[in-house]
């Protein structure tokens, strides 16, 4: 069974920095395209960013586009989010998704496969 599990999240003042890691449990995770997705309370899910399965193509929301940059580590299984300037309204509980045929448009959150269970992200103002 495919694992996925998020970690890094935390309270954290306006201005300051994050970086959540996501470990996936399955070898082939290296052929998948990962995303990162939040979902604040009363508010939909929605797409923060992904990232192709070599890493050589990033795809970002224009909510952090320019504050945050995805990475992988295929050799770690691992899939990064670094978040800087964080602000209030980026509270959320952020997700992380794999998406085994990696066509298709990124940010739809039913084309993924698997989910963690999510870090919660508190940024105080």
């Known amino acids: 069974q495919v694992q996925l599990v998020e970690s890094g999240g935390g309270l954290v003042q306006a201005g300051g920095s994050l970086r959540l890691s996501c470990a996936v449990s399955e070898r082939t995770f290296r052929n998948w395209r990962m995303g990162w997705f939040r979902q604040a309370p009363g508010k939909e899910r929605e797409f923060v960013a992904a990232i192709n399965w070599s890493g050589a193509v990033a795809y970002y929301a224009d909510s952090v586009k320019g504050r945050s940059t995805i990475s992988r580590d295929n050799a770690k299984n691992t899939v990064y989010l670094q978040m800087n300037s964080l602000k209030p309204e980026d509270t959320a509980v952020y997700y992380c998704?794999?998406?085994?045929?990696?066509?298709?448009?990124?940010?739809?959150?039913?084309?993924?496969?698997?989910w963690g269970q999510g870090t919660q992200v508190t940024v105080s103002s």
């Open positions: 998704a794999a998406d085994q045929t990696g066509l298709g448009a990124p940010e739809v959150g039913r084309k993924y496969d698997y």
